[in-house]
Nanobody
Framework: QVQLVESGGGLVQAGGSLRLSCAAS????????MGWFRQAPGKEREFVATISWSGGTTVYADSVKGRFTLSRDNAENTVYLQMNSLKPEDTAVYYC????????????????WGQGTQVTVSS
């Protein structure tokens, strides 16, 4: 059983930056693909980014490509989502997830989820 705890959310002005962290425990972190999803009020949960177990491969949603960077530190059992040039439409609850399906951007392929952290971008 893997436990995931997100942190780093908050309120930021448009154009600003935030770095989200997701700390994992209870499993072999380095064997899991890690992903970030987000859900805005009244909308479905959507894919943001995912990173392979080694950190060598990342995939981003088109809406965040070039602005967000996903990385991981397997020694610290932590994954980081650096978010730059934030826009009001990035406002959502951001969820960290762990799974073993390679390259997946589908939430159903992730087995473990954190509780989420709120990101609010003001205009």
């Amino acid at each position: 059983q893997v436990q995931l705890v997100e942190s780093g959310g908050g309120l930021v002005q448009a154009g600003g930056s935030l770095r989200l962290s997701c700390a994992a425990s209870g499993g072999t972190f380095s064997t899991y693909r890690m992903g970030w999803f987000r859900q805005a009020p009244g909308k479905e949960r959507e894919f943001v980014a995912t990173i392979s177990w080694s950190g060598g491969t990342t995939v981003y949603a088109d809406s965040v490509k070039g602005r967000f960077t996903l990385s991981r530190d397997n020694a610290e059992n932590t994954v980081y989502l650096q978010m730059n040039s934030l826009k009001p439409e990035d406002t959502a609850v951001y969820y960290c997830a762990a799974g073993r399906t390679p390259g997946s951007i589908w939430s159903g392929h992730y087995d473990y989820w954190g509780q989420g952290t709120q990101v609010t971008v003001s205009s």
